[in-house]
Each structure stands twice: as C-alpha cells, then as structure tokens.
C-alpha cells in the first residue's frame, strides 16, 4: 500500500520506463549503516524504497552500509533485519554487505591508481583540512599528488599489508583541488584503519571510504534508482566522476527531504547518547523515536507506513508536527483495537444493597463501531474499583462523574449512587459506600438522571498490573536546535514515563497479547511489554491530543 500517490521520483522512473532507460526494472536499496538502530525517519526512506519497488513491481535490497567496523555491530545488524520485516517489507535475495565488495572496491581502486586518478598521500589530518581551502578558496595541490602510477600501487599494496599505522597513509582520488565542490577535491577513498571487521573478521587494515564504496555498491548491484536524502547532493558529482571514471553501470542519484519530527530528535548518535548515558532504558525504551521504541510503545507497521505516505516525499526541507504521527496510531487503535475497562487509580466502591455472595457476568462488546470484533464477559460484585479522579465529593460545575448524592452510571452496568464517603487518618478518600439501582441495567432510571458514565473492575476480579503513562520524551518542540548553554538533553520532559503501580484491569485483559492495543475505555490506548514478564502495560497515546495548541 506504500507509495499508492506518485511523487517527483516515481515521475522519473515514470519517464525513464518510457524512454526504456533500464528496460523498466526498478532495482532500489536501502542502506543503513549498523551503528545504531533505525528510527523514525529511517521508516521514511525505507518506506519510500520498498514502496517504490513495490509500485513498479521490482525489488529492493537491504544493504549494510559498513564500512566504519569500529562504530557497529552484528547487534545493530540484528535489529535493523528485525524493524525492516515488521514494518512489512520484504528485501530481494539475502542481506547485502558492502564488505562483500571489499575486494572489487580494492581493484577498483587499482584501476583509478594505473589510470593516473588516485594516489598515495601522507598529509596529516590538519595538513589535510589546511590544503583543502574552503568555499572561498580554492585548495592547494598536496605534494604528493604527482606520485607515479607505478610509486602509488606500490605505496598502497604496503599500506593494504599493514606496513603503516592508522593515518599514516591514506588513498586519494585525483580530481580537483580548485573545485568550487568541497567534496571534489581530492576526497579519501581509502583510509587504514587496524580494527576487526564483523564480517570480514581481520582481512583488512585498510577500509573504503562512504562516498567511494556507496556508488560502486549500487553499480554492482544493478541499482537504477539511488534515493538518498538531500545533504547528499553535494556528493552527487563523486558519485558521477567514480562511475564515469571507472566506466561501471551508472545508477542515477536522486535526493529527497528527509523527515524531521518536531519533539524527538533523530540522529542516531544523539539516540545512542540517550540510551549510553541512561536517559532512557535502551535503545527500545518505548519513549525512544526508533522503530524497535515505537514497536513496545505500541505503534503498528500500518500505522508508521500510513504516516510515512502521508508526510510525502519532496526536495525541501520541512518539519512535521509529531502529532501527526500520533494520530496515526489513534487512528488507527481507534478503528481496530478491542476495548476493556482499566483503573489506574483505584479506590474501592462497595455497593451496600448488593448481596454478599452475589455475582453476574456482563457480556459486553469488543468494539462500538464493528460488531465482529466479538465480546467479552466482565463479572460484576459487591466490591468494585473506580478511579480516583473520577469522584470529588463535592461536584465541581459540569460534573460528569460520581459525587457524594449523585448517581452515575457504570459502563455496561448499573447506576449507582453515592451515600457515603469514608476516609483515613490523613483525610484521603478510601472507600464510597454506595448503592446500586436493581431496574437500570440497560435501561434509564426512573425519576432521576445519572451524571455520566465511568469504568470499574469488580474487586476481587481485577488483575493487578502496572501501567505505564509514557507521553513525548521532549518538552520543546526543536531540542535539536541550537539553543543557549544548552542541549537536547536539557529538554528531556520530566514528565515522559509516570507509572501506574497498582493499577486494576478487568480479568480478560489477562489473556492480552504483548503488543497487541487495547483502549482503556475513557483512558487512552494501551498494550502489554514486548518485554517484561506480568503484567506491564505500556500508554501508547492518549485518546486526545493533550499537546494541541
Ligand atoms: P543518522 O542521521 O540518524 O545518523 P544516517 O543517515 O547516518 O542517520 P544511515 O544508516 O546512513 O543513517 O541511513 C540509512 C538511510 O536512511 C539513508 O539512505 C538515509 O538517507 C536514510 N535516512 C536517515 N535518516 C533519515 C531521515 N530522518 N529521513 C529520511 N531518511 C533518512
Ligand atoms: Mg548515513
Ligand atoms: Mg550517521
């Protein structure tokens, strides 16, 4: 269901299918690097390339963008496999690597040495920056750069056989010290770099650069479309000069918007920060904005792909309103999730006039707006548990709920009224004796009107759990922004997780799934821990916005 509407990229493939640019194959990638997990915006490019695929009926490959080994792991590897099929996408074949070009990128190096367009460099980092220039100033040639094919082949074979430390030597392409394009003067294509490599264990000291090995990955894969978000413009011309240069199949760089959320920050490294420094449990705490956070918070695929396809794909960037995310969810909740009835403060209600030993079973629905969603049964006692915020003794104006001589009435049951309110030492509301109208099941009361309706579990029916009131991890709409003296971690909202200890569900909500939602009917949406054993629920959002300005 991706990619249903067409954007300026489907309309160059549209245009390249009619002039039959690549016999009309389409062959995407996503390609992360493993040095984190995925997030949110992650979800857009990988929404944007399996969907694109989709719509034309071609493929996509995941590809694993590693060529930092020191920055990642089979951990993040892991995890990234993991987001990419739940949110519901499929990748061509098996997982691709770019280490497993690492020997095609090496002689394709070669070829650039013999051709006379890469040499053998011994600058130091700030030798390196100075030589550079800047966007005013042209760079200055490296005294290294008239070394001879046959001088550079020799110096990097040494340096692919660990003869030098880290930094010592590095590869260069030989383009354009006066290039008004930064990246196109002289840019590194490869470095040394004595670390083990998760997939090539300890074959290499010398490791590809981003922008040498991308291109190559994507021309040896067939790619024809190479979607990338807009900071990588800049880098488009490399992308051209290396496959023009080693004459290679030539996908076709294409840059979009990438997403930015107000309230959440996506970078991974400030994600990683987060979870190294302990702000959140882990990188899926259900606060996090990552796809694996946004899974135990409760999202579901469609709902992320739903969000995803309505922010849209452009060239400019923007920022979108995280409640737009939220409303997804909502929505979405909304028209699948089963109802159930939970309190998360309880205080106990006896009903004076109801027997003892006396119990029923209410069957009630699963959902108000669709019938097949089925019904369950709630037992109904002597001793109930209402939620605290749902009396005041005396009711303020517009009272929709239960007051000292009024009468509300109880979801799927009767109407009761309050006769008495007792209290404790401290003068806190523990118990409201109360008593019930036998002829109001199902139907109005004669002779008086009930306030409004609220929850309630029967006593010594309730499941004991804990329920987490997760809300945005953020109190400022941009903590990524530059503010004064401050960072993203000053704005993390106190407020983010309150918890619920002791909290009373009605019993069916003992069978619940992990991560299957539920509406805590008059609470919000909820779903049990992918994670924690018992009896742990998660807010995923609340029915409201309560953030709307
Ligand atoms: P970060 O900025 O979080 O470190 P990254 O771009 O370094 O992310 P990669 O692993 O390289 O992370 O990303 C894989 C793909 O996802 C890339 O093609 C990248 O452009 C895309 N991507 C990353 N962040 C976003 C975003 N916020 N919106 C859209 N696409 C994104
Ligand atoms: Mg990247
Ligand atoms: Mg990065």
Known sequence: EASKTGNFITQIIDKDNET?????????????????????????????????????????????????????SVEYIESIKRDVEWLGFNWADEPKYASDYFDQLFDFACELIKA????????NAEQMREYRGTLKEPGKNSPYRDRTPEENMALFMEMRDGKYA???KVLRAKIDMASPNINMRDP?????????????????????????THCLSDALEGITHSICTLEFQDHRPLYDWTLETLNTFHPQQIEFARLNLNYTVTSKRKLKQLVDEGHVEAWDDPRMPTISGMRRRGFTP???RNFC????????????DVGMLEHAIREDLDANANRA???????????????????????????PKNEEAGTREVPFSKELF????????????????????????????????????????????????????????????????????IHWVSAKHAVDAKVRLYDRLFNDEAPDAKHEGKTFLDFINPESMAIAEHAKLEPSLAQAEPGVGFQFEREGYFCRDLKEEGMVFNRTVTLRDSWAK
């Open 20 to 72: 039959g640019k690549h016999g009309g194959k389409v062959l995407t990638r996503f390609p992360p690097e493993p040095n984190g997990y995925l997030h949110i915006g992650h979800a857009k490019s990988i929404c944007l390339n399996f969907g694109i695929a989709q719509r034309y009926q071609g493929q996509c490959n995941l590809r694993f963008d590693d060529t930092n080994p020191e920055k990642e």
């Open 116 to 123: 006379g367009k890469a040499y053998v460099c011994e600058l």
């Open 166 to 168: 880290d930094g010592e």
């Open 188 to 212: 590194i294509i490869y470095r040394i770099r004595h670390v083990h490599h998760h997939q090539t264990g300890d074959k290499w000291c010398v490791y590809p650069m981003y922008d040498f």
């Open 302 to 304: 469609a709902s992320i």
């Open 309 to 320: 396809e309505r922010i849209g794909v452009t060239k400019s960037d923007s920022i979108v």
């Open 341 to 367: 009835m939970a309190v998360l403060n309880p205080i106990k209600v006896t009903l004076t006039n109801y027997p003892e030993d006396k119990e029923e079973i209410f069957t009630l629905g699963n959902h």
């Open 386 to 453: 209402i939620d605290a915020a749902d009396f005041e003794e005396v009711a303020p104006r517009k009272w929709k709920r239960l007051s000292l001589n009024a009468a509300v009435r109880l979801r799927g049951g009767y109407v009761i009224t309050c006769n008495e309110v007792i209290r404790d030492a401290e003068g806190n509301v523990v118990e409201l004796l109360c008593t019930y109208d036998e002829n109001t099941l199902g139907v109005n009361p004669e002779g008086y009107k009930p306030n409004g309706v």
